[in-house]
């Protein structure tokens, strides 16, 4: 096996995310277009993409580790809006898309447009993420949003199962169709929920930092796994658990989170980044594929489907937003009233990505037959210009569209003092429970080791509040920073005065690593202290 195009592949896209960093251009939308300009070096390997990798492969850690930084109580809320998204548009889009191309395409039958308005249905959970993140939206929107990500590949699959059964000659009925709807939903979920019990007594019961994190990286393949086996939905069982997880990670050994944190952030940019790279890399392959769908007609299709999967949505979202209100009286009390500002950005924010692309390479290159597949690759064509579509144009115009809209900004003051209030009460009990432990004979400690218990809990109830202060006259800098540069400046003289003592033969390099371990940990407590 081959393995200089999978370094290639992995230590490209992460050059090139690291750059995107320093412009105002977003990780996603770089990566893409150095991938469409690489799939034009000659000698660039095949990096065609398989289904049968994607999606077992990289779908369950992406969806993880996005499912464990969602929050359980934010998406329970939102719950009406993420399902009429991620279950209603994704339906209503492979039906109105799907009749768009069958009306448009000579020749497409019916089924086949079906199974094009399956693939390109559901926007992706990476895009939509990565965007929100860059451009700071609302946090309902974000929550709305990512809901959706999370949970549309489950119905967008499913859909994608029923037409293709139809297209190939399996016969597949409405009947048919929406009781695999059902199983895969309720399986999925269903074994989420019988799956993350157990899991989580593990996590909570393996008392080695290195077999927590271990099991942690096979969760999201076990899950997917599983449900798929099953014939269940992977995509379900793996947010279930994940969301499970992410809610009860407070009860985790704090060594596990620390290291759980930091492998997943990089498994994360490791995924991410290659997987947009990818999307432009096949782009010699879909036009090679074209033949006589070349030229003007195929770019016709191409702006159609498009502008279909672009209007569809506004179709959806805006009666979705505001209908509910306007006939039930529950919705109107339990829920904040959204926006047209709101439905604008979410109806914008429906970039497709990935997992779009994946499905349709998945599309067989027969039916059942033996007679080649209707025009399969127009499909692959389409799929791929409808995902750089909403990339490029729906990706670079979502910021100056949110900035345009002037959401109103996250008020710090009443998040530091709500983050203060929490931190005082969280300080107060602590110190309570200190000196109830002092007065007990075990736990009798010389006074200067009790004082910095002491401290310590002064400094965090006060550090939250000194957060509010004026920034230094001199320097400009606030006291978390000028706390975080001198208390860097102390470890850093600590660390050369260690090496120093390593090489002159005072210590060995065991116990250097010892005392460089215990400074790296100060120094990421007093940085998370500060932040």
Do not use: C
């Amino acid at each position: 096996m081959d393995v200089m195009p999978l370094l290639l592949l992995v230590a490209g896209s992460a050059a090139v995310a690291g750059a995107a960093r320093r412009t105002p251009v977003p990780a996603p939308l770089l990566l893409v277009a150095a991938g469409l300009a690489v799939s034009y070096v000659p000698g660039v390997p095949d990096y065609t993409l398989d289904p049968g990798v994607v999606l077992p492969l990289l779908l369950p850690p992406l969806l993880y580790t996005s499912a464990v930084d969602s929050s359980y109580l934010d998406l329970r809320a939102q719950l009406r809006p993420v399902a009429l998204l991620s279950v209603g548009y994704v339906l209503f889009a492979t039906v109105a898309v799907g009749w768009v191309a069958y009306l448009i395409v000579p020749g497409l039958p019916l089924t086949a447009a079906l199974v094009l308005g399956a693939v390109v249905a559901p926007p992706d959970a990476v895009a939509a993420t990565a965007v929100a993140r860059r451009v700071g939206l609302p946090s309902r929107i974000t929550t709305i949003l990512q809901g959706e990500s999370l949970l549309n590949d489950a119905t967008a699959i499913t859909a994608f199962r029923v037409a293709l059964a139809a297209a190939v000659g399996e016969g597949a009925t409405w009947a048919g169709g929406v009781r695999e709807f059902l199983v895969a939903a309720v399986g999925g979920v269903g074994i989420g929920l019988v799956l993350m019990a157990p899991i989580h007594w593990l996590r909570t019961h393996l008392h080695e930092a290195l077999l927590q994190n271990t099991l942690s990286l096979l969760i999201p393949f076990v899950a997917y796994g599983v449900a798929e086996q099953l014939h269940a939905s992977g995509v379900l069982a793996v947010v279930t658990v994940a969301l499970y997880l992410g809610h009860r990670a407070w009860e985790v050994d704090f060594a596990t989170r620390l290291q759980e944190e930091a492998v997943w952030k990089m498994v994360a940019f490791v995924l991410e980044s290659s997987v947009f790279a990818l999307i432009g890399l096949q782009l010699q392959f879909v036009l090679k594929g074209l033949g006589q769908n070349q030229g003007a007609a195929a770019a016709w299709y191409a702006l159609a489907v498009f502008l279909a999967v672009v209007a569809v949505r506004f179709v959806w979202v805006y009666p979705a937003a505001f209908l509910p209100r306007l006939l039930f009286r529950g919705v109107r009390e339990r829920e904040e009233n959204p926006t047209w500002r709101g439905a604008m950005v979410t109806a914008w924010a429906g970039m497709r990505g990935v997992v779009s692309l994946a499905i349709a390479f998945s599309i067989p290159v027969a039916t059942h037959d033996g007679a080649p597949f209707p025009q399969r690759n127009l499909l692959l064509f389409l799929t791929f210009t409808t995902v750089i579509g909403t990339l490029v144009v729906q990706g670079l115009t979502l910021p100056p569209l949110i900035r345009l809209l002037k959401f109103p900004g996250r008020d710090t003051q009443a998040v530091t003092l709500a983050e203060a209030n929490a931190q005082a009460q969280a300080s107060r009990a602590a110190e309570r429970r200190l000196e109830e432990l002092l007065t007990d004979e075990r736990n009798a400690l010389p006074e200067p080791l009790a004082g910095r218990l002491r401290a310590v809990l002064e400094r965090r109830r006060n550090g939250v509040w000194e957060r509010l202060g004026q920034p230094n006259p001199v320097t400009g800098e606030s006291v978390d920073d000028t706390y975080r540069r001198l208390s860097r400046e102390m470890i850093g003289v600590e660390r050369t005065v260690f090496v120093r003592l390593r090489d002159g033969r005072y210590i060995d390099d065991e116990m250097l690593r010892t005392l460089l371990r215990r400074l790296d940990l100060e120094e990421a407590a007093a940085y998370r202290e500060a932040a």
